[in-house]
């Protein structure tokens, strides 16, 4: 148990939906990051929040969005969704914007079909 | 891409230490190694992480090379329960001093009966 929750574990969407995933962070932690993993991939960087603004980016396209809110807890959106968004979306909290110690939830299965 | 360097799959007898190899031949002086690993269907795991000198803590050993170029994390007595993958990791810094992860393939670390 890492006190990263993450919901919800499975979702199914049709390609050109949209879909929200959220993820609370351990307590004490102010940073939040997104990772992408396809299947058989290690997970990519999508992007981090600290203290409810956006703190770097990977090299994913605009329609992938996120939020931190007050609580430090987080949502990643995605827009206009692809085949290719198949994938296990991870979070991971920090007690720090360096990441150190990052603890990681058990992530979401999100299929687009 | 990930700046690291790891053979794709290693077998290891239970009960026995487990050493696990990774490059990283172009880090940079205050780049620290992190490793984390992935049971199946679970988020990763944050193992352990060291710049320069050896770290050992109640999961695991890392040795650091004295050029830093590679690393060798340890696990002293493998169990079957340590079957994942795992990941070495070269945590990039930006300006603002934000450390994404940024994984590789790992290697997949098989502990058998």
């Known amino acids: 148990e890492t006190g990263v929750t993450q919901s919800p574990t499975h979702l199914i969407k049709t390609r050109g939906q949209q879909v929200t995933l959220r993820c609370s962070s351990q307590?004490?932690?102010?940073?939040v990051s997104w990772y992408q993993q396809a299947l058989g991939q290690g997970p990519q960087f999508i992007f981090q929040?600290?203290?409810?603004?956006?703190?770097g980016r990977g090299n994913f396209p605009p329609r992938f969005s996120g939020l931190q809110f007050p609580n430090y807890s987080s949502e990643l959106n995605v827009d206009a969704l692809e085949l290719d968004d198949s994938a296990l979306y991870l979070c991971?909290?920090?007690?720090?914007?360096?990441?150190?110690?990052?603890?990681f939830g058990q992530g979401t299965r999100l299929t687009v079909v | 891409d990930a700046k690291t360097t790891q053979p794709p799959s290693m077998d290891c007898a239970e009960g026995r230490a487990a050493n696990l190899p990774c490059n990283h031949s172009?880090?940079?002086?205050?780049?620290?190694v992190y490793w984390y690993r992935q049971i199946h269907s679970q988020g990763p795991q944050y193992i352990i992480h060291?710049?320069?000198n050896n770290e050992t803590n109640e999961m695991a050993s890392l040795i650091i090379t004295e050029d830093r170029k590679s690393s060798t994390l340890i696990l002293p007595h493998a169990t079957l329960r340590d079957t994942a993958v795992y990941y070495c990791?070269?945590?990039?810094?930006?300006?603002?001093?934000?450390?994404?992860?940024?994984f590789g393939k790992g290697t997949k670390l098989s502990v058998k009966p």
């Open positions: 929040y600290y203290r409810e603004e956006e703190n």
């Open positions: 307590s004490g932690h102010n940073t």
């Open positions: 990791i070269v945590r990039v810094d930006y300006g603002g001093s934000q450390g994404n992860l940024i």
């Open positions: 060291g710049l320069k």
């Open positions: 172009t880090i940079s002086g205050n780049e620290y």
């Open positions: 991971a909290s920090s007690p720090n914007r360096r990441n150190t110690e990052a603890f």
